[in-house]
């Protein structure tokens, strides 16, 4: 079995640790963290780990699965150590920056994206099995060496994974809608409902929220560094989402206003025939 080096021991880099190492690869841990790095060796996340990627000199493969903005500055340090066949990989949410700068850095480097996640983040929220009929999406490039995408390919295929394969700039354009859009129309969700100016309603409204509120507020609750990296990287295709999504709720509101229930009944009739289409 090859020999796996992860930077980055949080929500992902851990997962992906612990399923690694369950799947009989030898698994090398690098974070930022003395204690983060402690608990990966505790946790059974990396058979060693440490503060030095000096440790990642025997991997076979590399996943950087540290925040967005410091994937490109990680590979410039990584590569001293490196052998000059080791393929890396990293799983930022954002693909088309990342591959364009770390491409030029790396031969043997494939932009990959898994998309799974909790609300959660750090060490301690890695989770065996996460990965498992989640989407992995791999944007090679014209250059990216056909054996580097194929060792991730497998990898992501023992996860468990469906594997997706496009380019970085169709991978961040689809993201948008389904992932980076989301998050931001959930945030002003929960942003407008704690601005209930009367206290007792506000209380009242948190008491009753149930499935429907979990639901449409959970990705606006989660890791806040994540969805302002996505903001910074992915910034034109979300403000194209943001903009096509504003009109549509003026057009709601203006049917509501109008007390237009065909045109309203209509909009409704379509999401609901074309939700599943999303969630196959
Ligand atoms: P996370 O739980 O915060 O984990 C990131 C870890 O990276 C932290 O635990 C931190 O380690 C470490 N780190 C930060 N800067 C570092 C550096 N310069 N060198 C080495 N380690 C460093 O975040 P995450 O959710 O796993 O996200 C990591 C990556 O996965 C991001 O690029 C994100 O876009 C991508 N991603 C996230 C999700 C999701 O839903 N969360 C899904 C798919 C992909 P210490 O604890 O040692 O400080």
Same mark, same amino acid.
């Given at each position: ?20 190492? %369950? ?6 841990? @690098? ?11 505790? *946790? ?7 503060? %030095? ?29 490196? %052998? ?25 480097? @494939? ?67 389904? %992932? ?70 003026? *057009? ?29």
């Amino acid at each position: 079995m090859a020999t796996v080096g992860i930077v980055g021991l949080g929500l992902i880099g851990g997962s992906l640790g612990l399923d690694l190492r %369950s799947r009989g690869f030898q698994v090398y841990g @690098v974070s930022r963290q003395e204690r983060t790095c402690r608990i990966a060796v505790e *946790r059974g996340i990396a058979d060693e780990a440490g503060l %030095s990627l000096e440790l990642l000199a025997l991997a076979d493969i590399v996943f950087i699965c540290t925040p967005i903005a410091a994937i490109a500055p990680t590979l410039k340090q990584l590569i001293p150590y490196l %052998s000059p066949e080791t393929v890396v990989t990293d799983v930022g949410s954002v693909k088309t920056p990342i591959v364009q700068e770390c491409s030029q850095l790396w031969d043997y480097f @494939v932009g990959s994206h898994p998309m799974a996640g909790t609300a959660e983040q750090g060490v301690e929220a890695a989770q065996k099995e996460l990965f498992v009929n989640a989407a992995y999406v791999l944007t090679p490039i014209e250059t990216t060496p056909a054996i580097a995408t194929q060792k991730i390919e497998e990898i992501a295929t023992l996860l468990g994974s469906k594997i997706y394969t496009c380019s970085p700039e169709q991978h961040d354009r689809a993201v948008a809608w389904i %992932s980076h859009l989301p998050v931001m129309v959930s945030a002003a969700l929960i942003d407008v409902c704690i601005g209930e100016t009367d206290a007792t309603v506000l209380e009242l409204a948190q008491q009753l929220a149930s499935s429907g509120f979990r639901d449409t507020s959970r990705v606006g609750g989660g890791n806040p560094e994540l969805g302002v990296m996505m903001a910074q990287y992915n910034r034109e295709n979300l403000l194209r989402s943001l903009f096509q999504y504003r009109d549509r709720l003026d *057009r709601l509101i203006q049917y509501i206003e109008q007390e237009d229930c065909d045109r309203l009944n209509s909009v409704l009739e379509s999401t609901q025939r074309s939700r599943p289409n999303f969630l196959t």
